[in-house]
């Protein structure tokens, strides 16, 4: 039997052929292109960008030996890698480089090759200044400044923004971000060229990985795309990109970008990037949006940036001279920049130095150092960690879902939301640290009480035994069948079905599929996952075992 041919390799082939042909011909018809390669290998180390590619380098590896994504890909550990508190210096430490999975991966080393490379340019690997030998000095070696200098600089930059993002963050897109502050400085429209070469080059990763994709209306649980955006920390790199961009194009004496130029591209990169989106957490998976704040912050933040980039020498105020008034106009406005990356990076610190609060919840499984659990409205005590309220707002909120603590590494996080396991009813927590991963399953079932709620119960799987960490409070069904109410209870190793009349009541567990129980002359039959009641002719449904969207879904 002859097989047909194997069409998803053939796609993507035909993908990298196209652009490979592509590539030649316009290289043909480039008669410039040559002298752009020559241009290259002025500025780069044979024309290539090793302190970008040495970065990306560095960002996998943890990925891949740290996080466990080597034998985990798409599952990598998470937690134990997050900037928690700076009582836990592993999490500083790590978070900048670690990865929540690997399309968070991907999209950040997109953006480090794309940014990164152009920055690098920028910055060259020749010493740019007049009677500068090239191996006269560490400071000058090109292998120094491509190998050495480049990936430094961008670890040192990952530390500072772990170490001053309002945590628990996690991901090198503040360095990604500082990558492009600095070739803002220097290419401004440039960079948002770039930015849509690094849509391009996802594009063309995800249709190598699936060249074909069927889509279907399904149900989809999840947050504001926004919420998901680490506004504070990305402002915070991009501010520190500028400022080195900054320095490096005053100390050699580069001449900036037009004004107009400048702000365009930081206007248009900012909205592209969403760093307009300022939002504060309601709790309970609510959240509020800040559109207008936002849109304005970016119009007068790209404003400072231009005038730090391209004002002139000339002093701030032509009249008589005090230290004030003395100081060059782009100076001033280079402390401007200097005070808001502080101010964005200052809230930082307390939360950082701040402690969950020692009351913790009964841990229904434990995990060396971990305490997991289910609870419902708890005060979040990672957001309230240090009481703030501005605006109408507050971070005295609460939360419901999984709850994971350790006390040593200073976590205190809701790994799964209570929306989210009602939507999936399924569940994996991924817990570990250096050299080592564990997983506690998460379970709900449950049911839906015709006129009320759901009556439920989560329970937690690890290592082979099973306990329920939570029950909700019982449901009256809003039928009433020959003057008796029925209700469901959830207890931890069955749910009861409970018949009341007056002073009267009587339980019993929730029958099995096509059997029946006898309950004060109420009979409760169960079809499958409906749960009726029954009395003479009266028969009406009372309960619906619950599912889950993500499983109807799939």
Do not use: C
């Amino acid at each position: 039997m002859v097989s047909g041919p194997n069409w998803a390799l053939v796609q993507r082939l035909a993908v990298v052929v196209a652009f490979v042909l592509a590539l030649v011909v316009v290289a043909a018809v480039d008669r410039s292109s040559r002298s752009r390669v020559g241009h290259l290998r002025t500025r780069l180390l044979l024309g290539v960008p090793w302190g970008t590619l040495t970065t990306l380098a560095v960002v996998t590896s943890v990925y891949l030996f740290l996080q466990g994504g080597w034998s985990n890909w798409h599952t990598p550990v998470v937690v134990p890698f997050r900037a928690w508190s700076y009582f836990y210096p592993l999490g500083v430490l790590s978070a900048a480089f670690a990865h929540v999975g690997a399309g968070h991966l991907v999209g950040n080393l997109v953006g480090t090759l794309a940014f990164g490379a152009l920055a690098e340019y920028a910055w060259g690997h020749f010493p740019r200044s007049r009677g500068a030998s090239t191996f006269s000095s560490w400071r000058t070696n090109p292998y120094v400044r491509a190998f050495v200098v480049v990936p430094s600089v961008a670890v040192a930059v990952g530390l500072v923004t772990a170490a001053f993002s309002i945590g628990p963050i996690i991901g090198f897109s503040g360095v990604v971000f500082a990558f492009a502050g600095f070739a803002l400085v220097y290419y401004p429209l440039g960079t948002v060229v770039t930015l849509s070469a690094g849509g391009v080059v996802r594009t063309v990763y995800r249709t190598l990985r699936s060249p074909t994709v069927i889509g279907k209306a399904e149900p989809v649980y999840s947050s504001p795309w926004w919420a998901d955006v680490a506004i504070q920390g990305h402002a915070l790199g991009l501010f520190v990109g500028v400022l080195l961009g900054l320095w490096v194009a005053r100390r050699r004496g580069d001449d900036p970008p037009s004004p107009l130029r400048l702000w365009s591209g930081v206007v248009l990169f900012a909205v592209a990037q969403s760093l307009w989106a300022v939002y504060w957490y309601r709790g309970s998976e609510t959240y509020v949006l800040y559109r207008a704040v936002g849109v304005v912050a970016v119009a007068l933040l790209a404003t400072l940036v231009t005038l730090a980039v391209t004002a002139s020498d000339r002093p701030l105020f032509d009249a008589p001279a005090d230290a004030l008034r003395a100081m060059p106009r782009w100076q001033a406005a280079a402390v401007a920049v200097v005070l808001v990356t502080a101010a964005i990076s200052g809230p930082a610190v307390p939360v950082n130095l701040s402690r969950p609060a020692d009351d913790a919840v009964a841990a229904t499984t434990t995990v060396r150092d971990y305490e997991v659990t289910y609870a419902e409205n708890l005060t979040n005590r990672m957001v309230s960690a240090v009481d703030v309220s501005a605006l109408g707002e507050t971070t005295n909120v609460t939360t419901s879902g999984v709850v994971v603590e350790s006390r040593r590494r200073s976590i205190w996080t809701t790994a799964v939301t209570k929306g989210r396991l009602d939507f999936a009813g399924d569940a994996r927590v991924r817990l570990g640290g250096v050299g080592w991963r564990e997983t506690v399953g998460v379970h709900r079932d449950g049911w839906d009480v015709v006129g009320n709620d759901t009556v439920y119960r989560v329970s937690l799987s690890h290592d082979g035994r099973n306990a329920t960490a939570y029950t909700s409070p019982p449901k009256r069904a809003e039928p009433v069948v020959a003057g008796r109410n029925v209700s469901v209870v959830a207890r931890p190793d069955r749910f009861l079905v409970n018949v009341t009349r007056a002073n009267e009541s009587a339980s019993a567990p929730v029958p099995a599929n096509d059997s029946s129980v006898t309950l004060l002359n109420v009979t409760l039959v169960r079809n499958g996952t409906k749960l009726f009641a029954t009395h003479g002719e009266t028969r009406v449904r009372v309960a619906n075992e619950e599912t889950y969207p993500a499983n109807r879904a799939g």
